[in-house]
């Protein structure tokens, strides 16, 4: 496609719920990223996939978290029991070369946990 | 590790008047520089980045940032703000082969008819 789009764009769940984001990248376009922005801060790096291999997931808050990307395109963020500190605004971001270092973002999904 | 410190949470000015927002950073190895805004709503868009070229580096939309590597700054500036610049800046590092990006926490800026 011709950016990085994210679905749902704003997402209401109950604390204990489980979610899934979900994150298409620009096509062609290997690498991913998912990055977490609570209200005020900078976006904060989560984890990195290189095609369906998720080479880096140090950000993770906790083991409530995950991502995949099994065909190294869509890529899905899963939340699970889902608490308030868990709302924030998450943000995808695809890139095509790893020396170019230029990372394209979709317009995030904001999550509240009520 | 990498940092930037943004040093100024809120700008204001008015329209037609220069804009500056400031940023350091703080990194072991020769570091590739960003600054990224985002409007209310919209996905976050580059403006510009260094990647140890020419220190001067010229962004979309009239902005540019001089990277001084004496000071550890890269500050963002426009001549002449327009309406339309009113958003979140964020100033971002990584080092070179690094794939992970660290924010600021963001400049604010808004525009003054």
């Known amino acids: 496609g011709a950016g990085v789009s994210q679905s749902p764009r704003y997402k209401v769940a109950k604390r204990g719920q489980d979610v899934a984001l979900r994150c298409d990248p620009i096509?062609?376009?290997?690498?991913l990223f998912w990055y977490q922005q609570a209200l005020g801060q900078g976006p904060e790096f989560l984890t990195y996939?290189?095609?369906?291999?998720?080479?880096?997931k140090s950000g993770l808050p906790s083991d409530r978290f995950f991502a995949e990307r099994p065909e190294g395109s869509v890529s899905t963020l899963k939340i699970q029991r889902t608490q308030q500190e868990d709302s924030a605004v998450y943000l995808c971001?695809?890139?095509?070369?790893?020396?170019?270092?230029?990372?394209?973002f979709g317009p995030g999904t904001r999550l509240t946990v009520l | 590790a990498q940092s930037v410190t943004q040093l100024d949470s809120h700008v204001s000015v008015s329209e037609g008047t220069p804009v500056l927002l400031r940023c350091n950073y703080s990194s072991s190895y020769s570091p590739s520089l960003f600054w990224y805004v985002q409007h209310p709503n919209k996905g976050l868009q580059l403006l510009l980045k260094?990647?140890?070229?020419?220190?001067l580096v010229k962004g979309i939309n009239g902005f540019e940032a001089e990277f001084k590597k004496s000071e550890t700054s890269f500050h963002l500036t426009k001549p002449s703000a327009h309406m339309s610049d009113a958003a979140e800046y964020f100033c971002v590092v990584s080092v070179f082969n690094d794939y992970k990006l660290s924010f600021g926490a963001g400049t604010t800026v808004t525009v003054r008819a």
């Open positions: 096509s062609g376009h290997v690498s």
């Open positions: 971001a695809s890139y095509w070369r790893e020396d170019n270092n230029e990372q394209f």
């Open positions: 260094y990647t140890s070229a020419a220190t």
């Open positions: 996939f290189q095609n369906e291999a998720q080479l880096d």
